[in-house]
T-cell receptor, first 115, second 115 residues
């Protein structure tokens, strides 16, 4: 079992719809969760972080966390063609024996928003 | 706009040659990660530094890879000797971390091709 699992997609939604991206993780002790967006040929960029159960909203993006189910999701409202990218779920695992935490990424979900 | 700088952007080398990749983290960031990204494996964590000290390099093939931070403004990743299976995009990321709760800023990556 991978430490962070995502459906690879592609997920295709029409412009203006809600895109729902899901992620599960294996380490029940994980405390911090992130969503990164990666355009083709570019580097990942952080778009959301969430640490507590429930919802966190930032503009058109809402991150949802359910630690009991070990589940994180990202909702994108009013999807735009410019949202077409790969979305990477990331989880901080630790603390390490040497201290600190390390960030493990899922394989990513490709999202296509059709105009 | 603060950014993580990686050099070179592209590198083509012959099998058996030494490859050195460099990263300048954002000034003031105390945490540096090296990741490798391939289509098959996604983003794999290779090494992780906090305040220039290595905290985890369990994901790095030790026989040929080495990672160092000679000072706070420079992180290096070396491969010696390089092999075709090392072909990938290598990303450096930096962040300011106490605890586990922060995301990171990625550099533009070094695209390595070993022929």
């Amino acid at each position: 079992q991978k430490e962070v699992e995502q459906n690879s997609g592609p997920l295709s939604v029409p412009e203006g719809a809600i895109a729902s991206l899901n992620c599960t993780y294996s380490d029940r002790g994980s405390q911090s969760f992130f969503w990164y967006r990666q355009y083709s040929g570019k580097s990942p960029e952080l778009i959301m972080s969430i640490y507590s159960n429930g919802d966190k909203e930032d503009g058109r993006f809402t991150a949802q966390l359910n630690k009991a189910s070990q589940y994180v999701s990202l909702l994108i409202r009013d999807s735009q063609p410019s949202d077409s990218a790969t979305y990477l779920c990331a989880v901080n695992k630790g603390p390490l024996r040497t201290g600190g935490f390390k960030t493990i990424f899922g394989a990513g979900t490709r999202l296509f928003v059709k105009a | 706009d603060a950014r993580v700088t990686q050099t070179p952007r592209h590198k083509v080398t012959e099998m058996g040659q030494e490859v050195t990749m460099r990263c300048q983290p954002i000034l003031g960031h105390n945490t540096v990660f090296w990741y490798r990204q391939t289509m098959m494996q996604g983003l794999e964590l290779l090494a992780y530094f906090r305040n220039r000290a290595p905290l985890d390099d369990s994901g790095m093939p030790k026989d040929r890879f080495s990672a160092e931070m000679p000072d706070a403004t420079l992180a290096t990743l070396k491969i010696q000797p390089s092999e075709p299976r090392d072909s990938a995009v290598y990303f450096c990321a930096s962040g300011l971390v106490p605890g586990s709760g922060y995301g990171y800023t990625f550099g533009s990556g070094t695209r390595l091709t070993v022929v």
